[in-house]
């Protein structure tokens, strides 16, 4: 059987390159796909310059070089200060700690604060929206929290939609990743599959991990195996 190994796809949500702290305004959030390195910054708009892009990447070497090069760089200063920041022990600290989070990082501080991000955290953040909200004598500072905090609070909860999404879509196709490569007869499996509905992009996104996983470690046997059974089930999901 080809050896398994279980990876992270899905969609998400991208933010602008600040902190929301220092935002004006709060910002529209949109569904581009997972970036939890958030290397790629702002998604960049326009068709057309996006292919150009991409063409120079394939046909110039310096330039895909560089571009490697650059997305290496900027993992490691992102490693490198995420590690350096102090996670808060308490729900008011953990606020500030989202408040002053890089938007680029707010998919990464999701995924590894998820469990943190419950009704509690919620609860006292719309508290303390209330609280300014109904005040009697307010101020621009006061003002402004309450632009921060509505940011954060609309920041999160796509943000965890999406993540929690991402992890129910994980689990099946891992469920189904196995059922496939253990099956004794892959097609009618495949069948089934399609019948129930369990073919997708993140069982595609899988078994393209796996594959690239069983290339690097030299198995050749099960890498042409799963490039088969991806065949398959592309066939199969824009059939």
Request: glycine letters at 4%; aromatic letters at 6%.
């Given at each position: ?49 996006r292919n150009e892009f991409k063409r120079r990447l394939e ?83 006061m003002e402004d929290r309450v632009i921060e905090l509505e ?89």
């Amino acid at each position: 059987m080809a050896a398994l190994s279980f990876g992270f796809t899905a969609t998400t949500i991208h933010l602008p390159s600040t902190s929301i702290r220092s935002r004006p305004i709060p910002q529209t959030i949109t569904c581009i796909g997972w970036d939890p390195e958030g290397l790629f910054g702002k998604p960049q708009t326009g068709h057309i310059a996006r292919n150009e892009f991409k063409r120079r990447l394939e046909k110039d070497a310096e330039a895909r070089e560089a571009f490697e090069r650059h997305v290496r760089e900027e993992k490691e200063r992102r490693k490198a200060l995420r590690e350096s920041r102090v996670i808060p022990d308490n729900v008011t600290g953990l606020i500030e700690y989202f408040l002053d989070t890089e938007a680029q990082d707010i998919e990464f501080e999701i995924a590894r604060l998820r469990p943190r991000l419950n009704e509690e955290f919620f609860s006292h953040v719309k508290l303390e929206l209330g609280e300014l909200r109904f005040a009697v004598n307010k101020t621009e500072a006061m003002e402004d929290r309450v632009i921060e905090l509505e940011a954060l609070q609309k920041a999160l909860e796509e943000g965890i939609e999406a993540y929690d999404k991402m992890q129910r879509e994980l689990v099946k196709a891992r469920e189904g990743l196995t059922k496939i490569l253990t099956s004794k007869d892959v097609k009618a499996t495949l069948l089934d599959m399609v019948e129930r509905n369990e073919l997708n992009r993140s069982l595609l996104a899988l078994l393209d991990e796996n594959i690239a996983n069983a290339q690097m470690g030299n198995q050749k046997q099960a890498a042409a195996f799963m490039e088969k059974v991806r065949g398959a089930v592309l066939k199969y999901i824009t059939a």
